[in-house]
C-alpha cells in the first residue's frame, strides 16, 4: 500500500503494527474511558446544540437534526436519546441552558483529553504542554466542534430549502428530491471526515502535517459507519439488551454503541501514526516533529531486582 509522503509498506505488515498498537496502547480500556466520558457530556451538549437551533433562522431544524441521527443512531439508543431531549426541550429554557453549557463544556472536555492521551499514546510521546494548556485546548475543541455541528447543520437545512426552491421554479424538483436523497450520505460522510482529521490534527503533542490525518480519518468513518449497521442489525434480530437488563436496555445498547464508536476513534489515530511513522516525509516513531530522534522514555521495573 501506497504512504502519504512517499514510500510503501505491505498490508500484512500494516495490519500486524496496527494489531500490536492496539494492545500495547491498551485501546480497549481508552475507549471504556472514552465511553463513559461521552454518555456523561451526550445529553447536556445534544440539548444545548438543540435548543440554540430555536434561536437560529432554520424552521425546522431541530427535527432535521434529530431525523438525521436517527439514521445513525441504533434505533434502542435513540428512541432514548430522543425521549430525553423532548423531555429537556419543554422545560424552562433559559436557565435549563446555561447549566446544559457548564456541564457540557465540562464533561466533553474530560472526553476530549481522554482523547488527547489516547493519541499520544500512538505517537509515543508524554505530553509536554502545561495543564492550563491542555484543559484549554480541550475546551476550545469542545465550542469548535459545536459551532461546527451547528455550521454544518445550517448550511445543510439552508441549502436544502435554496435548492427545493430553486429546483421548483426550473419544475426539477422531483429530481432534485431524488438527487438529495443520493448525495445526503456523503456529504455527512464527508463532514465527519473532516471533523475527524481536525481532531486528530489539533490534539495530540506532536507537529502534523495534515495530508497524515485523513487515512485515519476516512478509514475511522468509514468503519464506524459500517460497524453502526452491523451493531443496529445485531441489536434489532439477535441482541436481547432488554431481557438482560430489562429497563436499562437502551442505556446498555447506548453505552456499547459508544464504547464502539470510541474505539474505532482510537483505531483511526493509531492509523495515521502508523502510516506516517512508515513514510519517508513522515516524523519518526516517539519524535513531536520531522528530524527529531525518539524521545527517550525510562522504564520503572515492577519486578524485584534479580537475587544473587
Same mark, same amino acid.
Given at each position: 500500500m501506497r504512504l502519504p509522503g512517499g514510500g510503501s509498506l505491505r498490508f500484512k505488515v500494516f495490519l500486524k503494527?496496527?494489531?500490536?498498537?492496539?494492545d500495547d496502547h491498551a485501546a480497549f480500556d481508552t475507549a471504556a474511558q472514552l465511553s463513559y466520558y461521552l454518555i456523561l457530556s451526550l445529553f447536556p451538549l445534544l440539548f444545548v446544540l438543540?435548543?440554540?437551533?430555536?434561536?437560529?433562522?432554520?424552521?425546522?431544524?431541530?427535527?432535521?437534526?434529530?431525523?438525521?441521527?436517527?439514521?445513525?443512531?441504533?434505533? =434502542?439508543?435513540?428512541?432514548? $436519546?430522543?425521549?430525553?431531549? %423532548?423531555?429537556? @426541550?419543554?422545560?424552562? &429554557?433559559?436557565? /435549563?441552558?446555561g447549566l446544559g453549557v457548564l456541564f457540557a463544556l465540562w464533561a466533553a472536555s474530560c472526553g476530549v483529553n481522554s482523547a488527547r492521551k489516547a493519541l499520544n499514546l500512538a505517537y509515543d510521546v508524554r505530553e509536554?504542554?502545561?495543564?492550563?494548556?491542555?484543559?484549554?485546548?480541550?475546551?476550545?475543541?469542545?465550542?469548535?466542534?459545536?459551532?461546527?455541528?451547528?455550521?454544518?447543520?445550517g448550511v445543510l437545512v439552508?441549502?436544502?430549502?435554496?435548492?427545493?426552491?430553486? =429546483?421548483?421554479?426550473?419544475? $426539477?424538483?422531483?429530481?432534485? %428530491?431524488?438527487? @438529495?436523497?443520493?448525495? &445526503?450520505?456523503? /456529504?455527512?460522510?464527508?463532514?465527519?471526515?473532516?471533523?475527524?482529521a481536525?481532531?486528530?490534527?489539533?490534539?495530540?503533542?506532536?507537529?502534523?502535517?495534515?495530508?497524515?490525518?485523513?487515512?485515519?480519518?476516512?478509514a475511522g468513518t468509514l468503519i464506524w459507519l459500517g460497524a453502526t449497521w452491523a451493531f443496529t442489525q445485531y441489536v434489532k434480530h439477535f441482541g436481547s439488551y432488554d431481557v438482560t437488563y430489562g429497563a436499562i436496555g437502551g442505556v446498555v445498547v447506548l453505552l456499547t454503541w459508544l464504547y464502539i464508536s470510541g474505539f474505532i476513534f482510537v483505531i483511526g489515530g493509531e492509523i495515521n501514526a502508523i502510516l506516517e511513522h512508515a513514510s519517508i516525509d513522515g516524523k519518526a516513531?516517539?519524535?513531536?516533529?520531522?528530524?527529531?530522534?525518539r524521545e527517550v522514555r525510562l522504564e520503572v521495573s515492577t519486578s524485584p531486582p534479580p537475587s544473587g
Open positions: 503494527r496496527l494489531y500490536l498498537a492496539q438543540t435548543a440554540l437551533l430555536t434561536y437560529l433562522p432554520l424552521g425546522d431544524a431541530q427535527a432535521q437534526i434529530i431525523g438525521r441521527m436517527r439514521s445513525l443512531v441504533p434505533p =434502542a439508543a435513540m428512541s432514548l $436519546v430522543e425521549a430525553r431531549l %423532548t423531555s429537556l @426541550l419543554s422545560a424552562e &429554557r433559559p436557565r /435549563l441552558l509536554s504542554r502545561p495543564f492550563w494548556k491542555t484543559q484549554l485546548i480541550a475546551i476550545a475543541s469542545t465550542v469548535i466542534s459545536s459551532v461546527f455541528v451547528l455550521s454544518a447543520v439552508s441549502s436544502e430549502w435554496a435548492g427545493h426552491w430553486l =429546483a421548483g421554479r426550473l419544475g $426539477v424538483d422531483r429530481a432534485f %428530491t431524488i438527487g @438529495l436523497g443520493v448525495i &445526503r450520505w456523503p /456529504l455527512t460522510a464527508a463532514l465527519m471526515i473532516l471533523g475527524t481536525v481532531a486528530f490534527h489539533l490534539l495530540p503533542d506532536v507537529r502534523q502535517k495534515f495530508a497524515f490525518m485523513f487515512p485515519g480519518a476516512v516513531d516517539g519524535a513531536r516533529a520531522e528530524g527529531e530522534q
